[in-house]
Each structure stands twice: as C-alpha cells, then as structure tokens.
C-alpha cells in the first residue's frame, strides 16, 4: 500500500481543474468587459459581445459571472474596472514572431510581465508594428511560417505556456512550425 489515500489525490486534482477554470472565467469575464465597454451592453446590438458571451456559455461560465462583467463594462457595475486592451509584439527563440493580445487594468504591471516573460524565455519584447505586418492578413494565420527544430519547438511550447498562464494575456498568435 503506497500510504496515499484516494481523496488525496481527488482533492489534488480537482484544485488543478478549479484553478484552470477559473482562470479561464477571468479570461472570458475581461473580454466580455472589454466588448461591452466599446459596443455596448446589448448583446443584439454588439456582435463582439454576442461572441464572448457564446464564449462564456461554451464553457459554462454563470449567468451571474457574465451580468456582471457586462455591467462592468457599461460601468452600471460598483466594481467597474478602467480595463483596456493592448497588443504586444515581440520575438521568441529562433527568431519566431510573436503577437500578443492582452485585456487589463494595468498597464504597466502587464508591459513588465510579458517582457520578463520574453526575456527569459530567450525571446525579446518589440516594437509596435515589428510583427504586426505578419499577421496583417488574419492574425491566426501568419503570411509565412518558420521551421523550427525540435530543441526550439520545446522552448517555444514553454514560453506558450507561461503566455497562456497570464491573465492579462486573450490571445497568442505566432509563425512557427515544427520540423
């Protein structure tokens, strides 16, 4: 007997799958913010909300949580928050483009964060328009693509990772392919 018990292991992995989830509920809530902030709270008369909120239900966010995030962003909310949404370009390892969308309420903080990320990942953070011509067409699909061999193919999955682990950052568009 390995002296673990089973609910242990439960209670491990259902923490793991709350903290997922809600991190994709702050995800979700920020954009939806963000849509009716520009359009509008009436998900008629705004298609972007109407996505997000599609969005929301796809992964079975609250009714409540969505209210609210509208509200927030009609500012009707008490908690109303300044978010804003920035793009962010920059460059992974092999030289891989990278164009980054973020929803916050931080600036700053966030401008910090992307580029340690970057940096650390031995990447760099651009300057506005370094990438954006790439991505001109449709931003999910570059003009062209980079090969990568599979030591950068890993390194670049990671800085994914830790892209995708911020809450500030929406959406990560970049050009490479493995070999």
């Not at 609910?7 to 989830?21: G, P, V, Y």
């Not at 939806?32 to 520009?38: C, Q």
């Not at 300044?82 to 931080?106: Q, R, W």
């Not at 599979?150 to 500030?168: A, Q």
Request: hydrophobic share 30%; net charge positive.
């Amino acid at each position: 007997m390995s002296g673990h018990s089973k609910w242990s292991t439960i209670k491990r992995d259902k923490a793991i799958n709350d903290a997922k989830r809600s991190q994709e509920f702050t995800k979700i809530a920020r954009l939806i913010t963000i849509a009716a902030k520009k359009g509008g709270g009436d998900p008629d008369a705004n298609p972007s909300l109407r996505l997000a909120i599609d969005k929301a239900k796809h992964a079975r966010m609250p009714k409540d949580n969505i209210e609210r995030a509208i509200k927030k962003g009609t500012g009707k909310g008490s908690d109303s928050e300044n978010l804003e949404e920035i793009i962010y370009e920059g460059f992974g390892p092999g030289g891989v483009a990278y164009y980054i969308k973020v929803i916050t309420d931080n600036r700053n903080r966030v401008v910090s964060e992307i580029r340690n990320i970057l940096t650390s990942s031995g990447g760099s953070l651009g300057a506005s328009g370094s990438t954006s011509y790439i991505f001109a067409q449709d931003p999910s699909k570059p003009s062209f693509v980079i090969e990568v061999d599979k030591e950068t193919h890993g390194k670049l999955e990671k800085l994914n990772e830790r892209l995708e682990d911020n809450d500030d950052v929406q959406e990560i568009y970049s050009n490479f392919s493995p070999r």
